[in-house]
């Protein structure tokens, strides 16, 4: 099904004449770009997209399906859409009142000739397109590669702030436009803050460090998360005092990504990680959801957590992560980004799970 015909099939059942759309992400499926300038607003039978000098030649290249219009000091925002809204016959207009400020929402009420209704639009974006879901594998890709490079980049003596500088630029060389989110990386004791942005710690021999990162590629993200074991002299996995904890993580991610299916409520793949963890007796060392959304925003819904009951759909593509935090020690989490289908999920990254350490071929 088309963006346009979704969008007015929802507008059927909402009852709404047409929706005012300003978010930057549910701006860019329309626009073909991510910018926080312009609107777009989708009537029963019309598409309009509504923007300054700076991106209308560049917006007008690329919409099909939608008219432009010129906002500037002659033709301002509030005059062209009472235009629209007189020409479109438009009596209920639908706008994002949890994107907009109460002071621009009060505004428009006052001064826009429609009965304004304050909506959202998340759950139109739950399930992707086939174009949606290959902009994310290409993005999970670019993750992939930057994984197995920064294992054998780091080495003790490197802080983390340059890890994540390398790991950064690496995924640029990719193809990415930018990491999606601040990357995390954490050693040693930081390792147990689960979002320990990268510092300017040593990293030193025998420490788990947790990489956290993401690549956007077209507009669309990807989340990863993978924990190493930093080599040194006579280090070995099964040695160190937290690799029962990371059997006990892995575990628990398996178990989730096994209970992912058309159907599932989320809270019960949430379960499915959380029970292992708390059996194992870790349950308050766990204290962030199972996972979330992922897309145009890194964090979107629905969410894997103990309260969502948002049934999985194929096309949906949420993030597994579980993880276990022990002050004063250390941390573990692994994160992968999974695709719902039609007889289960598919996991898309290859990069393997197994506690590897880091500088080996």
């Known amino acids: 099904m088309g963006l346009l015909t979704r969008l007015r099939d929802w507008l059927a059942a909402e009852n709404l004449d047409a929706v005012l759309i300003a978010s930057r992400q549910n701006k860019q499926p329309h626009l073909g770009i991510s910018t926080g300038s312009g609107y777009v607003l989708v009537t029963r039978e019309t598409a309009h997209i509504l923007t300054d000098f700076r991106y209308y030649s560049d917006l007008a290249s690329r919409a099909t399906g939608y008219q432009m219009h010129l906002l500037n000091a002659d033709n301002p925002f509030t005059v062209a859409l009472n235009q629209l809204i007189e020409r479109e016959r438009i009596a209920t207009l639908g706008f994002e009142g949890e994107h907009v400020s109460w002071q621009t929402g009060s505004q428009w009420r006052a001064t826009l000739n429609a009965t304004l209704c304050s909506i959202s639009l998340e759950a139109l974006r739950q399930v992707k397109t086939a174009d949606e879901i290959t902009r994310i594998r290409a993005a999970c890709d670019i993750a992939d590669h930057a994984a197995e490079h920064i294992r054998r980049f780091i080495q003790p003596g490197l802080r983390e702030r340059e890890v994540a500088a390398e790991l950064e630029w690496f995924m640029r060389q990719r193809g990415a436009e930018k990491p999606a989110f601040d990357t995390i990386v954490a050693s040693g004791p930081r390792g147990a803050l689960p979002h320990g942005k990268a510092s300017d710690k040593i990293i030193v021999a025998g420490e788990f460090v947790t990489i956290d990162f993401g690549a956007q590629h077209q507009g669309y993200c990807s989340d990863m998360t993978r924990t190493f074991l930093v080599a040194g002299q006579n280090?070995?996995?099964?040695?160190?005092?937290?690799?029962?904890?990371?059997?006990?993580?892995?575990?628990?991610?398996?178990?989730?990504?096994?209970?992912?299916?058309?159907?599932?409520?989320?809270?019960?793949?949430?379960?499915?990680?959380?029970?292992?963890?708390?059996?194992?007796g870790y349950g308050a060392q766990f204290g962030h959801n199972t996972g979330h959304a992922i897309g145009i925003d890194v964090h979107e819904n629905p969410r894997f957590s103990p309260t969502d009951t948002t049934p999985l759909q194929p096309g949906m593509l949420l993030t597994v992560e579980p993880g276990i935090y022990l002050e004063g020690q250390g941390g573990v989490r692994i994160e992968d980004v999974v695709l719902v289908t039609e007889s289960g999920a598919e996991v898309l990254y290859h990069q393997p799970k197994t506690l590897l350490m880091t500088g080996e071929n």
């Open 235 to 280: 280090t070995t996995p099964e040695a160190h005092p937290l690799y029962a904890i990371y059997q006990t993580v892995l575990k628990a991610q398996l178990a989730a990504i096994a209970a992912i299916r058309p159907g599932a409520l989320c809270l019960e793949v949430d379960r499915a990680a959380r029970s292992l963890i708390q059996n194992a």
